[in-house]
């Protein structure tokens, strides 16, 4: 059976200044989905993070359980439960790790997620919480951006390049949280370069190429389809 709709993206078109980058996606995640958006670099993957976002100038329609998102601004976006983790992970690198996550509150009150639930799911954060952000490791830095979105108390998380850079046994750490993540009931929109670790992890993959769809199915649909994985993703 599928999944309660969150996120329902119809023909969404983004540009960059005057560069067309979208043209014409269609997108669906359900409650508690992992849907991997892959592609080459220059595909439109982070632009469609940043489109659902509203970081970026942007036409179609993305419904949020019903509601439109087209006319909201990126902080009331965020409050209706969707989190955001960018490929620069946006760390503040001056405060401290605690100070970090507390920044990801809502409001004065925390929600469902709080600092020592985020330090249960990522024990080295809570040995380091009066360290610098700017002292940790990139690993660290990675999993203080997803404990600072949980703050918020997400629905959905939208994360870019979550293991761009990182050692594989961090990417084989990151693999086992987005799949205790899903356990929670937190969906997440994937968007990584590493083919094997989004198909490890994803309920459904969706391949870009030149902004438009051009794949969308299961793993183990991407697997069996050695054409689209030559023409659409390798180098």
């Not at 902080?75 to 946006?90: H, K, T």
């Not at 990584?192 to 183990?220: I, M, N, S, Y």
Request: overall charge neutral; aromatic content about 6%.
């Amino acid at each position: 059976m599928m999944s309660e709709t969150l996120l329902d993206i119809r023909n969404a078109q983004a540009w960059y200044g005057r560069a067309h980058v979208l043209r014409g996606v269609d997108l669906r995640i359900g409650a508690g989905e992992i849907v991997a958006v892959l592609g080459r670099n220059g595909a439109g993957r982070s632009t469609l993070a940043r489109a659902i976002m509203g970081l970026v100038r942007r036409e179609g329609t993305f419904l949020w359980r019903g509601r439109d998102l087209v006319t909201l601004k990126t902080f009331e976006i965020a409050r209706l439960g969707i989190g955001y983790v960018p490929e620069s992970r946006d760390v503040f690198p001056n405060l401290s790790v605690e100070q970090n996550l507390l920044l990801g509150q809502k409001g004065a009150r925390p929600g469902r997620w709080r600092k020592e639930d985020v330090y249960a799911l990522f024990p080295v954060l809570a040995q380091r919480a009066r360290v610098p952000a700017q002292r940790l490791s990139g690993g660290e830095q990675q999993m203080l951006a997803l404990g600072r979105a949980l703050m918020g108390d997400p629905e959905l998380i939208v994360v870019d390049e979550p293991a761009e850079g990182l050692a594989p046994q961090v990417v084989f750490q990151l693999a086992g949280l987005f799949r205790d993540l899903r356990g929670r009931g937190v969906a997440m929109l994937l968007i990584e370069q590493k083919l094997e670790l989004a198909l490890e992890v994803a309920d459904r993959a969706c391949v870009l190429g030149h902004g438009e769809v051009v794949f969308d199915g299961t793993p183990a649909d991407l697997r069996a389809r050695p054409d689209v994985q030559r023409e659409w993703l390798e180098p």
